[in-house]
């Protein structure tokens, strides 16, 4: 797959329909010319025709000492987040919220990328300036969530599937128009539900079907399929259920005919479950870990940008680094929201007076994680908030 897709991004004939592999009517993008390579064996391997900038990006955002602020919660989710320092879920309070995190100075030295929720795209800081522009201005790519959430997978055992499917292309394109780079589609598997062999075709068949239309709209997709951290099972169940979501999952990105070279994967970190008696060491997380992504992800995905899932702010760190203590094929790094926000979140507590400490402990947060990118972290100096666990049962992002 690597060395069929490094020739495909050098040379670009333009072929006919009928070169299509026998019996496979793949749509021609409207706007798009389809590039394609004719391998030995008479296949035929597409790329959408933004194939060259789906490199540039991935790339870009996995650049070394850094990684990924998520801060696309849902409206629902960011009220959570609101009402927790007693703010209302207004547009108002949302709006200063992200433009503490965005307009924070200097972030771009430790973030690439910013993923939004779409009224955050298409929205302005409280000076007038688009959010959008303010995050090109601080050299991060910005992002979009473009997933339209989990509801009951009928005929499953209590599990989820993802919506978004339908209307996915014009809202892709319309969200690169607005600036977007880049793409997340997050679906869940429960442990402690099955996870039945439906929910994990499901998961996969969706993520894949996300990153073929992501890639056509010229939007590098982060793939995440999050695997909960509820449940009481041992790390072993973890890595054994992990093993078989990110088999299905490539394998399905494959027939989709997805560039690996313009993909970027968020996985959840192997670990025990969180009401499991015995914890894992860092170092146990990280070779747990590291062990499942030699296994299954190919070396020409560039970057492996993680989720916290309610790990601590200090352990999802600690974690991070562990993985990077020798060198690694991909890039390994973070895309974290509560293991970025939760301090700067509780420091700004809604007032304007706290917006510069706010801001400052962002930062605290996000070198401590570019240094964990480096495998230079050393823990030391972390406040006992950025120690506490933000683990929530069944959590709804
Ligand atoms: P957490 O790091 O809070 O788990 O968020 C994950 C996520 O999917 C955000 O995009």
Not at 158 to 181: I, K, V
Not at 185 to 210: C, D, F, M
Not at 285 to 314: C, N, W
Request: charged share 20%; proline share 5%; glycine share 8%.
């Amino acid at each position: 797959m690597a060395s069929a897709s490094a020739t495909l991004l050098k040379s670009s004939p333009i072929i006919d329909k009928s070169e299509w592999i026998k019996g496979q009517n793949l749509r021609q993008p409207s706007v798009c010319v389809v590039r394609c390579h004719r391998t030995s064996v008479g296949l035929t391997v597409r790329a959408s025709s933004y194939a060259d900038e789906l490199v540039k990006t991935a790339k870009t955002i996995a650049s070394p000492g850094r990684g990924i602020l998520a801060m696309d919660e849902s409206n629902a989710t960011c009220g959570k987040r609101l009402d927790s320092i007693g703010l209302e879920n207004t547009e108002a309070n949302r709006q200063a919220y992200r433009t503490l995190l965005v307009s924070a100075p200097g972030l771009g030295e430790y973030i690439s990328g910013a993923i939004l929720f779409e009224e955050t795209l298409y929205q302005s800081t409280v000076d007038g300036k688009k959010m959008v522009d303010v995050l090109v201005e601080q050299n991060i790519v910005p992002g979009i969530k473009v997933d339209k959430g989990l509801v009951p997978l009928p005929g499953s055992n209590n599990e989820s599937w993802c919506q978004g499917l339908d209307g996915l292309s014009s809202r892709t394109a319309a969200y690169y128009q607005q600036g977007a780079r880049f793409a997340k589609w997050r679906t869940v598997v429960s442990i402690p539900n099955g996870p039945s062999a439906l929910a994990v075709k499901e998961a996969a068949w969706g993520l894949a079907r996300y990153a073929a239309i992501s890639q056509d709209s010229g939007l590098v997709p982060i793939v995440e399929p999050e695997i909960l951290l509820d449940g009481e099972h041992g790390i072993d169940r973890t890595f054994e259920v992990a093993q078989k979501v990110w088999a299905e999952v490539f394998f399905y990105l494959a027939e989709n005919n997805v560039l690996f070279e313009g993909i970027l994967l968020k996985p959840s970190m192997v670990t025990p479950g969180a009401e499991c008696k015995d914890k894992a060491t860092p170092q146990q997380v990280a070779d747990y870990t590291l062990k499942l992504l030699h296994r299954r992800i190919p070396p020409a995905v560039p970057g492996i940008m993680f989720l916290s899932g309610g790990q601590s702010e200090v352990e999802a760190t600690l974690n991070l680094n562990a993985m990077n203590q020798s060198p690694n094929p991909w890039h390994v790094s973070f895309s974290y929201a509560r293991a970025l926000q939760n301090t700067c979140l509780k420091t700004w507590g809604g007032r304007p007076e706290n917006v510069k400490a706010a801001q400052d402990t962002l930062l605290v947060r996000a070198k401590a994680n570019s240094l964990a990118q480096l495998g230079k972290y050393t823990g030391e100096g972390e406040s006992e908030e950025a120690k506490k666990g933000m683990f929530v049962k069944g959590y709804v992002y």
